[in-house]
């Protein structure tokens, strides 16, 4: 089903509004110094440079390694806290 073109104007307008809320509040909360945006720009060119030396399947390896250290984590923490609660209700 096609969309009407005041919708598509409708959801783009939208969007706009809460991108420009995002950085409002990024502007906020990151310093206003001269050398902030030098500090990003040579920060992204070094993670640039950096991920460009690994290769592809050894970088996606470790993503996966870290997501499922991840929810390793995750459901140890859960174990813990459900038997803290129960400990709790016993007590």
Do not use: C, K
């Not at 390896?61 to 991840?70: I, N, S």
Request: aromatic share 4%; charged share 25%.
């Amino acid at each position: 089903m096609a969309r009407s073109t005041a919708e598509i104007q409708a959801d783009i307008a939208l969007t706009r509004r809460l991108i420009e809320r995002q950085l409002e509040s990024l502007g906020r909360r990151v310093p206003q110094r001269w050398w902030t945006r030098y500090a990003i720009l040579t920060g992204a060119l070094v993670v640039g440079l950096a991920l460009s030396r690994v290769p592809l399947l050894r970088l996606m390896d470790a993503g996966a390694r870290t997501v499922r250290t991840g929810i390793a984590v995750a459901g140890a923490v859960a174990a813990v806290d459900r038997f803290m609660a129960h400990r709790r209700r016993a007590a």
